[in-house]
Structure formats: structure tokens, C-alpha cells
């Protein structure tokens, strides 16, 4: 009769096991290796590593930065902090407090996410942005980052130059408005430019 087969060499440490040992060597390894993803991991979830959100606007336009805080978070106070100095200071319940002067009329803070609404923006509104943002019962600051880009309308130049003697129809404008001209005698020539 046969003897039930032993497994103890499966799990059973040092001589006793067929399987080879790993070193402390590898084991330290693959330990940091564990540590440093959880590291990165919680990194990237409080925003510290995240590169900051683009936002681009017209010139004389509006624009939002937007904060993706959910409905049951519960906020002690969020600060807007502009590409020179911090630029407003919001509390639940009360009033947004606006700090440069040049902002006042054309900033708002939405109540319910705290995002930052410019309106007429000027190219001096351009450059990088954050929110600071301190939740009740919660010791850490949350910041998120933007970068603002202000684009000045593009306008297309032509110029004409009008040479007596031909018969032409010119048509002129940019977008919805056209302007259609007949002339009589002279001969037109369009450069771009």
C-alpha cells in the first residue's frame, strides 16, 4: 500500500522546500516597488502631480474653470488664486469676496461647485490659476490648477487695389456678412495679406 504523498515542501520554509528561495534582496524589491505605486497613486489623486487643466477663451468673452466638487462635499471656504495674487475667497452661504479690483464686475464664484466665471476677459487675465479648497473635518487642502490662454479674435486683411478699364463684381466681408458690389469700369486685383 502507497503512503499519502506529503506537501510540505509547498509552503514549509529554508531546507525543508524543493522550490527556490527568494532573496531578501528580492523581497525588499518587490516590497518598495508595492510602496512607491501607492505613493504615486496618492499622488495623483490629490492633484499634486497632475498637470494643470487648459482652458482657452476670446478675448472680451467669457470662460469658466471648472471644479469637479461633488454635491455632498461639505466646504469650510475655497480660494481663487490668479496668474499675480489670490483673486477672491468663497464660504458656503455668504458672499464671495472678490480682492483685486480689476476682477470686480466680471468674476463670480458658482455656489454650488465653486468654479471661477470671468467674463470680459482681457489679456492680462491669461496665465495660471488655482483653487484652494478646505472641506469641514478634513486637514489637507485640495488644490487644482488651470492655465488660461486669451486669444484676440482673428481678423482677415484684404486689401484691394482697383485698376480702371474692367467690368468686376467684389465680394466682400468675413462670416455671416457679406457685401456684394458691382463696378462699373474698373478692373479689381485682391491680395491677402
Known sequence: MVAPKSHTDDWAP???S???QRSQLQIFSSVLQTSLLFLLMGLRASGKDSAPTVVSGILGGSVTLPLNISVDTEIEHVIWIGP???LAFARPKENVTVMVKSYLG???ITKWSYSLYIRNLTLNDAGS???QINQRNFEVTTEEE???FVYAP?????SVHVIKGDHRTLLEGS????IIRTLAEPRVSVREG
Not at 482673428?154 to 484684404?158: A, D, L
Not at 462670416?175 to 457679406?178: I, K, T
Open 14 to 16: 529554508g531546507p525543508f
Open 18 to 20: 524543493s522550490k527556490p
Open 84 to 86: 499675480k495674487n489670490a
Open 106 to 108: 466680471r468674476l463670480d
Open 129 to 131: 490659476y488655482k483653487a
Open 146 to 148: 488651470f492655465t488660461l
Open 154 to 158: 482673428f481678423i482677415e486683411k484684404v
Open 175 to 178: 462670416g455671416l456678412e457679406s
